[in-house]
């Protein structure tokens, strides 16, 4: 059973417009959470994180909302450039555990 | 600093053969993880190393998967004998402290077995 669900397999976007990229978890003890941005033939590297104390953290371009009655988590890209075109992976941990990854989204943004 | 070194970039074998994938984490990192991505599981942790020493290997599918981590600068995973189910990507990440921090993962070996 997946702890961390990323829904949308694939979304495509235009150039200039808002990426919103969602993940799902069940574990109600998951405290800190990132985002990881894959590139074709390299390692996921690390994009943006959150701790279950905030429900917003800003990071240029990208913002993550946590919404923990909710158990959701989104990455916004704001605006989106044909550079951000990259599988994007949710990963979750609670204290003291290592973190769980869901099984990410593939970003086309079209210019 | 180079980051996270793996080898081989790629790997074809045949079935049946002994495949060993190396790996060289960010010196001054305590921490190792093995990861393998596939299209049906996404990225799933095999095993993670915390001062050389395997802390949870409650990932690795069975007891063809083997891995090692002689010293800090270095590890290995072993698959004697592969099978085609294994084909995937294997990562290596290496992250400061006990392995709670943020990861740095290295380029991957896709290892493909006929």
């Known amino acids: 059973d997946q702890q961390v669900k990323q829904n949308s397999p694939s979304l495509s976007v235009q150039e200039g417009r808002i990426s919103i990229l969602n993940c799902d978890y069940t574990?109600?003890?998951?405290?800190?959470f990132l985002w990881y941005k894959k590139y074709p033939a390299e390692g996921p590297t690390f994009l943006i994180s959150i701790s279950s104390i905030k429900d917003k953290n800003e990071d240029g371009r990208f913002t993550v909302f946590l919404n923990k009655s909710a158990k959701h988590l989104s990455l916004h890209i704001v605006p989106s450039q044909p550079g951000d075109s990259a599988v994007y992976f949710c990963?979750?941990?609670?204290?003291?555990?290592?973190?769980?990854f869901g099984p990410g989204t593939r970003l086309s943004v079209l210019p | 600093d180079a980051g996270v070194i793996q080898s081989p970039r790629h790997e074809v074998t045949e079935m049946g053969q002994e495949v060993t994938l190396r790996c060289k984490p960010i010196s001054g990192h305590n921490s190792l993880f093995w990861y393998r991505q596939t299209m049906m599981r996404g990225l799933e942790l095999l095993i993670y190393f915390n001062n050389n020493v395997p802390i949870d290997d409650s990932g690795m599918p069975e007891d063809r998967f083997s891995a090692k981590m002689p010293n800090a600068s270095f590890s290995t995973l072993k698959i004697q004998p592969s099978e085609p189910r294994d084909s995937a990507v294997y990562f290596c990440?290496?992250?400061?402290?006990?392995?709670?921090?943020?990861?740095?993962f290295g380029p991957g070996t896709r290892l493909t077995v006929l």
């Open positions: 574990n109600s003890m998951f405290d800190y």
């Open positions: 990963a979750a941990r609670a204290y003291g555990q290592n973190f769980v």
């Open positions: 990440a290496s992250s400061r402290g006990d392995g709670r921090n943020e990861q740095f």
